[in-house]
Each structure stands twice: as structure tokens, then as C-alpha cells.
């Protein structure tokens, strides 16, 4: 059967690392293997805390993930239509010279 570690279990285990403890001694402390402690400290530096929480709340991260899919998607989208609107700008200047265009 697996051991289930706790957030704040996980949490001492990447602490410890952060203050310069090498990896074989906090794996030998916490009772862990160093793939266990990678994949932690993985998990992490990409969501933070809520990273270190069981599969059950990290649902949430998955929904977040996909909000931050769709803002990139938008942004993207801005982008564009900026661009588009910068060309069609130029081009009205180019061909109309003595009209102001902010």
C-alpha cells in the first residue's frame, strides 16, 4: 500500500532542499525516494502549494489550467486584431495623406 504524505510533509521535504540540504539526506530524513522529491518539487515550482495536495483538490489547478489555455487563446486573439487594425491605419494614411488619424 502507498504512504500518503501531507502537504505540509511535502512542503519540509522541499524546505529542507531550499535551505541547502542535499537531496540523498532530505530522501533519507522523509523516508522518500529522490523520483518521489523531483516530482514534489516539480509540482511546486509550477503551482506553488497547491500543487503539493492530493489529486482530489487538484482538480481545481486543472480548471485553472484551462482558464489560463483560454486567456493566452484571447490574448493572442488582441494581438491580432491590433495588428490588423495598426495595417489598415497605415494604409488609410498612405493613401489619404491629408487625413488625421490618431
Known sequence: ???RFTVEQKLAA???YEAGVRVAEICRKHNISPNTFYKWRAKYEET???GLAPKAI???TSKEYELRRE???LKKLLGEKELAIKIYK???K???P???ID
Open 1 to 3: 500500500m502507498r504512504k
Open 14 to 16: 522541499i524546505k529542507d
Open 48 to 50: 506553488g502549494v497547491d
Open 58 to 60: 487538484s482538480s481545481i
Open 71 to 73: 486567456n493566452e487563446e
Open 90 to 92: 497605415d494604409l488609410l
Open 94 to 96: 498612405k493613401t489619404s
Open 98 to 100: 491629408g487625413l488625421k
